[in-house]
Structures are given as structure tokens and as C-alpha cells.
């Protein structure tokens, strides 16, 4: 593996590019490079590993125990992309993807915007595969955007990359398997966690156990098992939690909740959130990917085929940007994808891509297996997806509140697009990566529609921040000296 | 708000908050340096001026923007704490006006 | 879509456009007491007034029809009119300022252009009369001081300002609602059939009578106005446009392709291609937008640019404006311009009255779509 920190040593044009070093963009990279394929691969951290296994070759917490074996895993990944010939570029950013301008020997190409230390460049890619991952659904409820509310993948990534542990009296809330994990990982590190409140719908229990039968025979029931014993151990747990508030002025004080028909309010440092993952889609809806609403994950996922190739020729997702599947299944789609791509420029032919896709498949299959029972049973509830309260911010870039939402739907908008210019929702610095969800759903609840008739904010370039100073550098055409130069 | 665990070894880093003097561990991010650090918000928003604290870790929130060498609005959680570095506080919309002046006065 | 119940609806007046210039008109109309109809698309549609650059601009407009010249400084010199009337109705305050604008130049070849295209422009007869002035480097840094040593001058006008676009469409959409418009959106126009005594209009919704008809539908209008007799040529031309994160104040006039918002973005546009329906953004014009953008304000070189986006405006053959009342369908009227924002206190003020009243007054001759086929009408 090579490593370029610098705009100037990227070459001009790549067979394959990657953005992302989780699983998936790892495995992609090292299966691309293995096929002799001229291989980038584009991460924003420091270091390779994602958010799953963030940190992996630089954390300081050195117990194996403390993170768990499912995160050493990744050191193998790791390994991989090392010893292959791909080429990595960290701490550089993918701010925009589109077709190469015309008049490209190769119309198939795609334009790359990346941007390292503060110098942009456009570069070109044959083939393109986004492993850009999940983010933490948003979680608005009253209070959250005050300082000490944090998510808890948060909290699980200043543990990996620093050895950082919340202090005093924590409170975790959410739901999904993830919060076990991170609350799990954060007491073996030494936190202390005064209560978790579990926000599971108790109806949720009846809807997946139509799915249990393959639940029961996937790796997740041991693991869940253990993460749920452990849990019980030394911890209050409060279940059926249907409504959670965070109080304080400058910074969260108390955290209010109710479960049952009991109100209870608990003094708190710090309040940490989860419930659950969504894919990060903000680059797949910038470059005009189809997307669907996916009922069971509450949320939009890109249409891709069996090689996880989006409507958008030559760009690929891989992982859990295409759809929430977990570290191991991604890491499974990467390569899958990678193959895809291999054939698709022509080095593999279908046969060969085939039979080398063959045995990851059956491994996906297996690695999926009891998938569907996580989440029809971690399905938020429509009350921390969907805030009761008028006055719970939603876009918290441009702090616009749920009544505000609600009173410019009866104005009659009838989506997020309009309402973005009503409003400013999702117009910030985030790009509505943590209210677009929330706006979706909010507006289809509103006018009594479902989602994909709602449809979600439609996003354009950058996708990553880039200055001004950076943009003007970048070449000019006389076509665009027409359009400006009036 | 966040302590660090203890015998993490690992070297050091000297940088400031507002002027003041922190360590940091290398290989911290701006934003854990900032929890690390015990502080409580990092900036207050350009719209009503409520306090604000690093939220997600992980590049997709844009909460934990700072100054960072004069410049405004940098995602401490991406970029790694440096010798010397000096970080501040942001107070509502970023000062390019003072920023470009500071920068020109130190050229 | 789940509309396959038929609506019928009735109305005195029906609004086919829900932007600025149709919300501009049917506030007014329904400012003076009409039953107002206003039937729109939805989410995702060519909406100009999403992609606006929000000025109140007067410098350099009407050169070829000074009666478009003097119809824009007439609205710019009742827009405080407008922003007070929204204020009161909606207390949504659109943060309409006219301290005066500037057109910076970047080159001598630029500067003599402007002041040819300005002494042009104030030549022609029948121009009205308004006060510009020329600027060279220093007198233009002297009122901009964050100005680069590129700006060679400028052209600058009393009269000019900006609004908050964004806000200004919530409030007429606000206003509406407060008086009673019928707003429907997802409700696209198939057909228009004049019927005794009003029309008949028809879509995937069903059918609204109404009494009369303003055609506010953008580049829609090109497709509707002949169903009513009317003739509105627009054509698409796309502007791409950059918005920046905030930054504390340090703009306090609007240029012509830079201004910094009430709340604190710096928007950069006046990008013109005529490339269809296209709306991509493009890095090289938004490159060479950045760049001469930097080049006016060196400090904005370290801004991020949050978004990026096109849309397009609407333009007629010579560029000016369109009203026109249909001859062999009277009380149908169309209403096409690119300057939604400039105009919308006269389409609110002035505009709606004479739609109500059913007859366009002469100074509005000029802007009848009749202009386009001279030709065949001697």
C-alpha cells in the first residue's frame, strides 16, 4: 500500500476509487488492487478502520477485552489493504463525483473532487465505489442539542481513538444492539453508567418474533445474549421508556423519562444516545442515485444490482451505505462490489467474477441471517423519531423546531425540498445529514402520506466543506468563461 | 465531562484553548482534546447564540467547529491535535473580517 | 398518486404558479378582497424562486425597453410598501434593505463595458430618470473597504438593495393563508379550456371553474398560454449559484454577483447558460464564480462553501418581462419575468389591481407578448 498526503501526488485518472476505509472500502480497495486494477482509496480520518473499527491501528486502549474480539477483527482488514498495491489517501475529503466533463478520451469516466489540506483537485475514476457507511439515526428529542448530550457511537469513538470515558453520572437511552455493545464497552473500560433507558417498544417483541426462527441460528443471539446478561449486571435498566427530555441551561443537568405511567427525572452529566444506524447516503443523493424508502429501516437506501451498482453508471456502494448490514456483511459487500467493478472494466470476465463472488455470497447469506428479527425488533419508536413536542429542535444547524415544521406543512408544503426553503431545515454545514430522516417523516406524518410520496431533500456539491479559495484554483473552461465573463 | 482512561502511555502534546495551556495526547483528535480537557461547549451557534459541544465524533454533525490557527469553522473531530496548535472557541458566525486581518498582520 | 377522487372546485380568480410571482399576485389579488385560486406543483419542480439571487436591482436593467426600466424602479421604490404589508400581516420580517448596490469590475475592458452599457441605457428615449455613479478603485474601497486590488471600479446605485428571498416566499405563502387563498399544491395543469363567462382548468386532480386567470407558471407558460390565446415564448436559462457557511457581518451593500445575507451567507452567482432543461452544476463555472468572487473580497478565499446549486430562470426572447391579457380569451393573463424578487412589490401593488380591475393600463403596453411577432402582425 502507498500512502499520498497530497493532492499533487494523485495520479490523473484511477481504474478504481474508493471513498471510505471502513470494511467495505478496505476489502473493496485490496480486492481491486488484487486484480490489478489501479486502486485509490479516499478516507477522511487519519487512519484506516471506518467508524466500526475506528482507530484499530492506533488505539491506546490495549486491553482485548475492553473493545472485544468483533473489533480486533478488523486488524486483518487492516492487514490486507497494507499489503496490497493500493494506493490510500487519508485525511482528504470527496466533496463532489459527476460525469468527466466532455471531451474525455473515455465517456465512461466520472470527476472526482478531492480536497487534502486545504488544496482541492479534480481527478478521474473509471469506476467508482462509495463505502461511506451508516451514521447514528438522528434522535430528536427535547434537549438534545444540549452540550453533554452526544450520541453514544460518539462516545464509543473518543474510547477507541483517545481512551477517553464519559465521567459522572452518565445515562445511555436508545435502543439496538450497538447500544448494548458501546455500553458494554465503555464499563469494561471503567465508566460507570448510573442507568440505561431502553426505548424498545414492548409491542416491537411480538412483531420480531416471526423472525426469531433465523435469529436463532445466527451468531448474533450469542452475542446478544451475553451483551444483554452483562447489562443486567450492576446497571439500572429501565424498558418500555417512551418519552426522554434532556434538561440544563449551558449543559444537560438532568434527563426526564417516562416509562409506563411513571414520570421520573435523574440528575445527569452526560447523556448519551443510539438508536441504531442509518446509511450515510449524502454522497449516493448528491451524484443522482435512486433511492427507495426502506419501511423496515426507516430510511432511504440506494437501489443498487447484484454487484451493488447504483442507477448511476460506474458508482457503486458497498456496505452499509447500501443498506444497514453490520461490520462483518459489509466488509463481504465490499469485495463483492470490488468484483463488480473488476468485470465491469473488463479484467474479469463474468465467469471468473462469478465463481470468485460465489463463496462470499454464501458467506453474506450466513452473516446476514437473523438480520431481519434485529430489525423489525429495533424499529424506533414513532415518538424518537418523530418529536411530539413543538418546541423540539430538528435541523439543529439551523435550529428549527417540530411545530415550525408542522405549521409550514398546513401553509401546504408537501416536502422537504419546499420546506428547505421555507425554513432553512437541512441548509446548515451538516447538509441535513441529522434532520433529513426527521424532516421526511415528520412532513409524511403530518399530511398523512407515506415517505416515498414525501420524498427527501434532493443534495447537491460539496457534499464535503471546501473553500472558496479552493474552488477558485480549480480549472476553468471557455464554456464557463461564457456562462460568468458576461 | 470525559477522563481519560489511566496508563494509556503514549506522548504528549501541547496546545491551548483560548490561550490557555492543554495536553492533549498524540493521536487525539481537536474535539476529544476538548472533552478530554473538561470543557463544557465549544462554540455557540450563529443563529440564537445557544452553547454548543462535539456530538457525533465522526465528521457528519459539524457541532464541534472551532478555530484552529485562526481559522473558523474547522470539524475538530477530523483533524488530529498538533504541537502548538492553538484552538479557540467560536462565539456565533465565524470573523473572516478579523481572521483576514490577523492573517495579514502576521504575513 | 392517490388523487383518483375527482376534485371540483370553483373560484373567482385562478393563480397557475405558486413562486414568487404567482404568490406575489395572488397576495395581492387577495389583498383586495378576490377569491383566490392558486393551483401549483409540488416538492421537485423547475422552481426559479428556490434558485434566486434575491436583489432588488435596478442599475442596468431595461436597455432595449425603457419602460422596463421604469416599471423596475417603480417597484424597487415601493418595495418597502410590500415588506411592511407582509410585516403587518405575517410578522415574517424579509429583510428588505436598498443601501445601494454595487457592479464591481475586474478588468479596464469590464469597467468600459459597464459605463458604455450605463450611458446606453440612460440615452435611450423615454428613459427614467435615477442617479448612478461611476467609481474608480479607491472611492469604490472607500465605501468597501474589504474590496481586492483586482477591483478596478464600479458602478454604483442608490436604489439598489436585496431581500431575503427565502423568507419573502414563506411570507407570501403566509399572507395567503391568512387571507384565505386556496393554495393547492401537487396540482399540475394539464388543460385550460375558456368556458362562458371564466375557464375551465383540468388536471390529474380534477377541475376548477373559475372566473379568471393569471398564468404565473414560469417556463410552464409556454405550454399554457396558447390554451387561452396568449403567447409566452420563455425559454430556459440556467443559473448556477454558490452559498457560503455564515459569517459575522461584513457586506452591507449587495454587488450584482456577491451579498452576504441577513443571516450571515455569502451568496455568488449571475452564472447564464442556455442549455435546455440541464440543471447540473458544473466546477467550472462555479470555479470561475469562486474565483472572481475571491478576487473582489480576498477574505472570502477561506469561507466553505456549504451548497451549490442551478436552477433556471425564465426568459423571453429579449429578456424583459411579459403581461399580457389574452384578446380572444378575456380575463386570462399571463405574467412572466426573471426578476420575481425586483418585481414582486409591483405584482403585489400595482399589477393585481389592474388584474381585477380587467383591463391592463397603457404604460404596460410594451410588455405584451405582441412584441414577438411584429412581423406577422403588419
Same mark, same amino acid.
Given at each position: 500500500?502507498?500512502?499520498? !498526503? ?27 488492487? $488484487? ?25 491506546? %486502549? ?32 470527496? #466533496? ?39 451514521? $447514528? ?6 434537549? #438534545? ?49 448510573? %442507568? ?7 409491542? /416491537? #417483541? ?58 421520573? $427525572?435523574?440528575?445527569? &452529566? ?9 446509511? /450515510?447516503? /449524502?454522497?449516493? /443523493? ?67 467474477? &462469478? ?19 434485529? &430489525? ?11 418529536? !411530539? ?30 420546506? !428547505? ?32 410520496? %414525501? ?8 457534499? !464535503? ?22 | ?107 | ?5 375527482? *376534485? ?116 435611450? @428615449? ?134 452576504? *445575507? ?35 473580497? @480576498? ?8 451548497? *451549490? ?7 423571453? @426572447? ?17 405574467? *412572466? ?42
Amino acid at each position: 500500500m502507498k500512502t499520498i !498526503k497530497d493532492v499533487a501526488s494523485l495520479s490523473e485518472c484511477y481504474d478504481l476509487l474508493i471513498i471510505g476505509a471502513g470494511p467495505a472500502g478496505m476489502v473493496a480497495a485490496a480486492t481491486g488492487a $488484487e486484480q490489478g486494477l489501479s486502486t485509490l482509496l479516499i478516507d477522511e480520518n487519519p487512519a484506516p478502520g471506518g467508524q466500526i473499527y475506528r482507530g484499530i491501528t492506533t488505539t491506546p %486502549v490495549a486491553a482485548k477485552e475492553t473493545l472485544g474480539a468483533d473489533y480486533w477483527r478488523g486488524t486483518d482488514l487492516v492487514h490486507a489493504l497494507t499489503a496490497s498495491d493500493a494506493v490510500y489517501a487519508p485525511e482528504t475529503t470527496v #466533496w463532489s463525483v459527476g460525469p468527466a466533463a466532455e471531451g474525455t478520451s473515455d465517456p465512461g469516466r466520472m470527476e472526482v473532487g478531492v480536497s487534502v489540506g486545504g488544496a482541492a483537485r479534480l481527478i478521474q475514476a473509471r469506476q467508482v465505489i462509495a463505502a461511506t457507511g451508516a451514521l $447514528e439515526r438522528p434522535f430528536p428529542i427535547p434537549g #438534545w442539542t444540549l452540550p453533554g448530550v452526544m450520541t453514544a457511537g460518539g462516545a464509543q469513538i473518543a474510547l477507541k481513538t483517545s481512551g477517553l470515558v464519559p465521567d459522572g453520572r452518565v445515562v445511555v437511552a436508545g435502543s439496538g444492539p450497538l447500544l448494548y455493545l458501546l455500553t458494554a464497552q465503555l464499563r469494561a473500560a471503567g465508566a460507570t453508567i448510573s %442507568v440505561m433507558l431502553d426505548t424498545t417498544p414492548l409491542e /416491537n #417483541w411480538g412483531r420480531a418474533i416471526r423472525h426469531a426462527s433465523d435469529f436463532l441460528r445466527s451468531p448474533y443471539l450469542g452475542k446478544g445474549l451475553k451483551l444483554l446478561l452483562g447489562a443486567e449486571r450492576g446497571m439500572r435498566i429501565v424498558r418500555g421508556v417512551t418519552a426522554i427530555s434532556a434538561n440544563g441551561d449551558s449543559q444537560v443537568k438532568s434527563v426526564r423519562f417516562r416509562h409506563g405511567s411513571k414520570e421520573e $427525572e435523574l440528575p445527569c &452529566d452526560v447523556l448519551l444516545l443510539h438508536q441504531g444506524v442509518v446509511p /450515510n447516503i /449524502n454522497l449516493a /443523493n448528491a451524484v443522482g442515485c435512486a433511492l427507495d424508502w426502506d419501511e423496515d429501516q426507516l430510511t432511504w437506501v440506494p437501489q443498487t444490482d447484484d454487484w451493488y451498482e447504483t442507477s448511476v453508471k460506474g458508482f457503486a456502494i458497498a456496505g452499509d451505505g447500501a443498506g444497514i448490514g453490520g461490520a462483518e456483511s459489509a466488509a463481504l459487500r465490499g469485495r463483492i462490489a470490488a468484483l463488480g467493478a473488476g468485470h465491469r472494466l473488463g479484467r474479469l470476465s463474468a465467469n471468473d467474477r &462469478d465463481q470468485r463472488a460465489a463463496p462470499v455470497r454464501a458467506e453474506l447469506m450466513r452473516a446476514s441471517r437473523g438480520r431481519r428479527f434485529l &430489525d423489525v425488533l429495533y424499529r424506533p419508536a414513532k415518538a424518537f423519531r418523530i418529536p !411530539k413536542a413543538d418546541d423540539t429542535i430538528v435541523c439543529r444547524c439551523e435550529e428549527v423546531t417540530a411545530g415550525k415544521l408542522r405549521e409550514t406543512v398546513a401553509l401546504g408544503v408537501t416536502g422537504p425540498n419546499q420546506m !428547505k426553503s421555507f425554513l432553512r431545515c437541512g441548509m446548515g454545514p451538516c447538509q441535513g445529514r441529522l434532520c433529513g430522516l426527521t424532516v421526511t417523516e415528520l412532513i409524511a406524518d403530518a399530511r398523512g402520506v407515506p415517505p416515498t410520496e %414525501v420524498g427527501g431533500y434532493r443534495l447537491r456539491p460539496p457534499i !464535503k466543506p471546501i473553500t472558496l479559495g479552493e474552488l477558485a484554483a480549480l480549472p476553468k473552461t471557455p464554456a464557463a468563461i461564457k456562462a460568468v465573463e458576461r | 465531562m470525559f477522563r481519560r482512561l489511566p496508563d494509556l502511555g503514549g506522548e504528549t502534546v501541547n496546545f491551548t484553548i483560548d490561550g490557555r495551556p492543554a495536553t492533549a495526547r498524540l493521536g487525539d483528535t481537536v474535539a476529544a482534546a476538548l472533552l478530554a480537557s473538561g470543557m463544557e461547549s465549544c462554540r455557540t451557534t450563529p443563529v440564537s447564540g445557544a452553547p454548543r459541544a462535539p456530538y457525533c465524533m465522526m465528521g457528519v454533525c459539524f457541532e464541534c467547529l472551532v478555530t484552529i490557527n485562526g481559522i473558523g469553522n474547522r470539524q475538530g473531530c477530523l483533524i488530529p491535535v498538533a504541537e502548538g496548535m492553538a484552538v479557540e472557541t467560536q462565539k456565533g458566525a465565524r470573523a473572516i473580517a478579523s481572521e483576514y486581518s490577523a492573517k495579514g498582520d502576521a504575513a | 398518486m392517490t388523487q383518483n377522487i375527482e *376534485t371540483h372546485f370553483e373560484s373567482e380568480i385562478a393563480v397557475i404558479g405558486g413562486g414568487l410571482v404567482g404568490s406575489a399576485t395572488a397576495y395581492g389579488l387577495a389583498r383586495r378582497g378576490a377569491r383566490v385560486l392558486v393551483l401549483d406543483e409540488g416538492d421537485i419542480a423547475y422552481r426559479a424562486s428556490r434558485g434566486n439571487f434575491a436583489l432588488v436591482w435596478v442599475q442596468s436593467k431595461g436597455l432595449g425597453m425603457p419602460e422596463y426600466a421604469a416599471w423596475t424602479k417603480a417597484s424597487a421604490e415601493q418595495w418597502s410598501t410590500l415588506a411592511k404589508s407582509l410585516r403587518d400581516e405575517t410578522d415574517i420580517d424579509v429583510a428588505h434593505h436598498q443601501p445601494g448596490g454595487f457592479v464591481l469590475c475586474l478588468s479596464e475592458a469590464e469597467m468600459e463595458a459597464r459605463i458604455n452599457a450605463m450611458r446606453r441605457l440612460h440615452n435611450q @428615449p423615454k428613459m427614467v430618470q435615477y442617479p448612478y455613479e461611476i467609481l474608480d478603485h479607491n472611492e469604490t474601497k472607500r465605501r468597501l473597504p474589504a474590496i481586492g486590488s483586482d477591483v478596478v471600479g464600479s458602478v454604483f446605485c442608490p436604489l439598489d438593495g436585496h431581500v431575503n428571498s427565502l423568507r419573502l416566499f414563506r411570507a407570501l405563502h403566509t399572507a395567503m393563508a391568512r387571507l384565505k387563498v386556496d393554495y393547492r399544491p401537487n396540482s399540475p395543469v394539464e388543460s385550460i379550456r375558456p368556458d362562458h363567462d371564466g375557464f375551465l382548468i383540468n388536471g390529474p386532480w380534477g377541475q376548477a371553474r373559475v372566473q379568471k386567470l393569471v398564468l404565473a407558471a414560469g417556463l410552464d407558460n409556454a405550454r399554457l398560454a396558447p390554451m387561452v390565446g396568449l403567447h409566452a415564448p420563455v425559454r430556459p436559462s440556467k443559473g448556477q449559484v454558490i452559498v457560503t457557511e455564515k459569517a459575522a457581518p461584513f457586506l452591507h451593500h449587495p454587488m450584482v454577483t456577491v451579498r452576504q *445575507t441577513d443571516e450571515g451567507g455569502v451568496m455568488i452567482g449571475d452564472s447564464q447558460e442556455d442549455l435546455d432543461f440541464d440543471t447540473v452544476v458544473t466546477p467550472p463555472v462555479i470555479s470561475l464564480m469562486a474565483q472572481r468572487a475571491v478576487r473582489m473580497f @480576498p477574505l472570502l478565499a477561506g469561507l466553505n462553501v456549504v451548497r *451549490t446549486w442551478s436552477a433556471l430562470r425564465v426568459m423571453s @426572447p429579449d429578456g424583459f418581462p411579459i403581461y399580457d391579457q389574452s384578446q380572444s380569451c378575456p380575463g386570462a393573463f399571463v405574467v *412572466t419575468c426573471h426578476s420575481g424578487v425586483t418585481l414582486a412589490a409591483n405584482h403585489t401593488l400595482t399589477l393585481a389591481h389592474h388584474i381585477l380591475e380587467g383591463v391592463l393600463p397603457a404604460s404596460l403596453e410594451a410588455f405584451s407578448s405582441r412584441r414577438f411577432h411584429v412581423s406577422s402582425a403588419a
